[in-house]
Each structure stands twice: as structure tokens, then as C-alpha cells.
């Protein structure tokens, strides 16, 4: 099945009790039963609520995966997924990664006894020599936020592989049309939905996805026994969102080349991270391994100060000055002030993220506006 009939019919069926072609809003806490343990196969709304059961089938149909878990948010997703492992495990990490994640990591999880190692995976070679027999899994973002980097997933599938850990990659800022790092030989993926897959910034989900039965049903357990689940009426939004993935995809990519392309160009910027350039390091691998290079794009200003920065981002009018990325709506922020803020200054500086930085998740406005909005700003 191609992308678009996927997206719009893989996992999904009409609802079995009414024939409603849009799976209806379950909005129950429980299910009566017929006598104890006789049921319909759905007892209490935090272990299985209908329109969970079909948004995380089409989720994993999403992925070309065969599970598909859902969690309240990205960071509960990426939370029980930590819970696989037992203290000294060691968990290697993106040194370049969603601030909240890093956040989770270090300040939930490593006082619980977890070890995380946060490096640069640019070239995936270099993680072999951090691997220890205490590894249990590599956990990485590509392409990277905010800095864009691009990581080789197969090459760090065979590296997991051949060190007996798991590799689990968030695939939030590709979106399930851009990659499939299932395909790629991941053994995990990772949604924060909130974002492409959503699409239009009215809901707040993660997921995770996998082929693994074992680890799937780890993380069903955990799922229940932790509860951080999502109610029935953002899954709903959530199928809804799924169905217009691949044409929104489209046009960000569309949008994002055109963005990148005149932010180089312009005379007051300096620095443009984006993973289409030929000139970016990782260009070959996401030409490879991505079907489009995506929406997202970060920059630097000439004038490399955080004053110059906060003037752009308080003057543009079309991008709103927010967290978070992946709606219709074009967004700009500052990692270092908003979505960063929770990792170190010096770790952050030694990583390559300026506090003057600026992201732009490119929406699917028209991108003769958006060129506009960012020229009156820039000027
Ligand atoms: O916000 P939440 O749904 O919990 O997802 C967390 C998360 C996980 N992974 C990546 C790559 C993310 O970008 C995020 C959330 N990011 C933002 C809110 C942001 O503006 O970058």
C-alpha cells in the first residue's frame, strides 16, 4: 500500500457497532459486563478504550509496524519506555535532542540509577567506543532538534545489533511519511504526535512502535500499570490528523526548501541548518534514508547576539512566537530561552546550540507570505 491510501485506511475499520466510517469518541471510563470477566474485551478505560485500540492500529500501520502503544504525551511515551531497563543500564544517547527529553533522562532517571552517555552521533562510527556490556539501548533524533543533524539509522542499527542493545529512534521531526526507521532496522519508534502527526496543534500525544511482541507487550503492561494514558477524544484527533499526513507533509517540505533557500540568501543571516542543502554534512544519509527533508529549519543571525535574536522573534506576525512545531501554522522560538532551557548553558554552547538560535517550524501557509513575514522581521 502507498503512503497516501496508507495513511487514510491502513489500521483503521468502520466502527463494528454502527458502521460510522470515523471511529466514534468513546467517552467512557468503563464497559458493563455481562457477569465477572465476561466481556467484550474491554473492561476499564485506563487498560482499553476503543478509539485507542484503532488510532494505535493505525499508528503502527503509520510505521510499518506491527505495535502501536499510546501514551498521554511524547515525554510519557519515551517515560515508559525508560522503564524497560534496571538500574546500571546505561543508555546512550543524541547529545543534540528535545530539552525535555534530556530533562527526563538526567533528572528523573539517572537518580533512579539509569547511566546516559550524550553524544555526538554525527558520524555513527564513534558510538562503538561507548558502547560497555552495560548498554542496553542508543536513543536518538534525527533529524536533531534544534540543530538539524542527520544520524545514520541503518549504520546504527548494526551497531546496536552487534552490542546486543536496542535502538530506538524519535522520528518526531521526520513524521511516519518522511521515515520509517522500522524499515531502517530500528527496533523502536517514538511519536511525540503532538506534533506532525496531530497537525494542527490541539493535542497533546506520544506513541511508540514496535515489531518486538516481547517489548510491545512490556509496554501494554506498563502501559495499564502506569496509566499515563491518552482520553478518547485526542485519539480521535489524532486519526483525524493521521489521515492528512502525507499532504501537509508535501507542502512543509515544500515550504521548508523555499524558507532555507531564502534564509541563505539573505544578507543578515549567517548560519542555516537544514538537511536539504547539498552542502549539509548528513545530506547523502537523509537523502537516503528520509523520503523529503521536512519543515523544520534553524539559523543563525549575522549579528550573533541574543538581543538581535529576541527582535526577530518578537517582530515576525505569520510565525508565532511559540513552542513546539509540526502544525498548519507556521511557529518560531528560541531553544536556549523556551524548548532547550532545561539543559546546561555550557552543555548546550559545547553542543553547537547558540543562545542565539532561532527555529522555524514551517507551516503550510503560502510560502510567498511566509518569505515576507520573515523579510519585515529580518529588516
Ligand atoms: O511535548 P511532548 O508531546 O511530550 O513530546 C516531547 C518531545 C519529544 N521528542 C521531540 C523530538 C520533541 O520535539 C518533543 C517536544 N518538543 C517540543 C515541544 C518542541 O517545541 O521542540
Known amino acids: 500500500m502507498k ?67 499510546s501514551f498521554s504525551s511524547g515525554l510519557a511515551a519515551t517515560d515508559t519506555l525508560l522503564k524497560l531497563f534496571k538500574p546500571g543500564d546505561e543508555i546512550i544517547s543524541t547529545n ?63 551497531i546496536a545489533k552487534q552490542a546486543g542493545a536496542l535502538l530506538a529512534v524519535d522520528n518526531t521531526f521526520a513524521s511516519p511519511y518522511l521515515q520509517n526507521p522500522l524499515d531502517l532496522g530500528a527496533d523502536i519508534v517514538m511519536h511525540s504526535a503532538t506534533k506532525y502527526i496531530g497537525g494542527h496543534s490541539d493535542v497533546v500525544h506520544g ?68 538537511c536539504g542543502f547539498e552542502d549539509h554534512p548528513g545530506y547523502a544519509i537523509a537523502k537516503a534514508q528520509m523520503h523529503g527533508f521536512g519543515g523544520m529549519i534553524s539559523f543563525e543571525l549575522k549579528d550573533n547576539t541574543l538581543a538581535a535574536a529576541e527582535r526577530v522573534l518578537s517582530s515576525t506576525k505569520l510565525f508565532a512566537c511559540a513552542e513546539s512545531l509540526g502544525g498548519v501554522e507556521s511557529l ?15 552543555e548546550r554552547i559545547a553542543n553547537g546550540l547558540a543562545d542565539s538560535l532561532i527555529r522555524l517550524s514551517v507551516g503550510i501557509e503560502d510560502a510567498d507570505d511566509l518569505k515576507a513575514d520573515l523579510e519585515q522581521a529580518l529588516g
Open 3 to 69: 503512503a497516501a491510501t496508507k495513511f487514510i485506511h491502513a489500521g483503521v475499520h468502520p466502527d463494528p457497532s454502527t458502521g460510522a466510517i470515523m471511529t466514534p469518541i468513546y467517552q467512557t471510563s468503563t464497559f458493563v459486563q455481562d457477569g465477572p470477566g465476561k466481556h467484550k474485551g474491554y473492561e476499564y478505560a485506563r487498560t482499553q478504550n476503543p478509539t485507542r485500540t484503532q488510532l494505535q492500529n493505525a499508528l503502527a500501520a503509520a510505521e510499518n509496524g506491527k505495535y502501536g502503544i
Open 96 to 158: 543534540d535532542l528535545y530539552g525535555g527529553t534530556y530533562r527526563l533522562m538526567r533528572k528523573v532517571w539517572e537518580p533512579y540509577g539509569l547511566k546516559f552517555r550524550f553524544i555526538d552521533m554525527s558520524e555513527a562510527g564513534t558510538i562503538s567506543s561507548y558502547i560497555t556490556p552495560a548498554t542496553k539501548m542508543i536513543w536518538l533524533e534525527t533529524p536533531t532538534n534544534p540543530l538539524i543533524r542527520i544520524i545514520d539509522i541503518k549504520a546504527c542499527a548494526a
Open 207 to 274: 506513541c511508540i512502535i514496535t515489531n518486538d511482541k516481547e517489548i510491545a507487550d512490556q509496554l501494554y503492561f506498563l502501559q495499564n500499570a502506569c496509566g499515563a494514558v491518552p482520553g478518547p477524544q485526542d485519539c480521535f484527533l489524532l486519526l483525524r490528523g493521521l489521515k492528512t499526513l502525507h499532504v501537509r507533509m508535501q507542502r512543509h517540505c515544500e515550504n521548508g526548501e523555499q524558507i532555507a533557500h531564502f534564509l541563505r540568501r539573505h544578507s543578515k543571516v549567517n548560519k542555516v541548518h537544514w
Open 332 to 346: 518560531i522560538g528560541h531553544p536556549a530561552s523556551m524548548t532547550h532551557a532545561s539543559i546546561p548553558r555550557a
